[in-house]
């Protein structure tokens, strides 16, 4: 097991960026898939992107283009850059790894 420690949420503008941070306690170079999820108020956790130890990427239709997820396994490090963030992307994003480990979550808030 390792422990995800999720930064880098806070309040943006709409059209703003953000960059969230996913650092882990242990190495994540033999772990096969790390990914991001979110959970707004009142609605279920749902998948966002991940990244494969080969660097593959998957996006959610919901922010593919505007997402970017990359892994540095020296640093055991996962990052998801987020740009021209909307009101609907608010939400908690998590980090989680295909072992089944999740953060504690990062508050992200798009608002004027």
């Known amino acids: 097991q390792v422990q995800l420690v999720e930064s880098g949420g806070g309040l943006v503008q709409p059209g703003g960026s953000l960059r969230l941070s996913c650092a882990a306690s242990?190495?994540?170079?033999?772990?096969?898939?790390m990914d991001w999820y979110r959970q707004a108020p009142g609605k279920q956790r749902e998948y966002v992107a991940h990244?494969?130890?080969?660097?593959?990427?998957v996006y959610a239709d919901s922010v593919k283009g505007r997402f970017t997820i990359s892994r540095d396994n020296a640093k055991n490090t996962v990052y998801l850059q987020m740009n021209s963030l909307k009101p609907e992307d608010t939400a908690v994003y998590y980090c989680?790894?295909?072992?089944?480990?999740w953060g504690q979550g990062t508050q992200v808030t798009v608002s004027s």
């Open positions: 242990g190495s994540i170079f033999s772990i096969n898939v």
């Open positions: 989680h790894t295909s072992r089944g480990d």
């Open positions: 990244i494969t130890r080969a660097g593959s990427t």
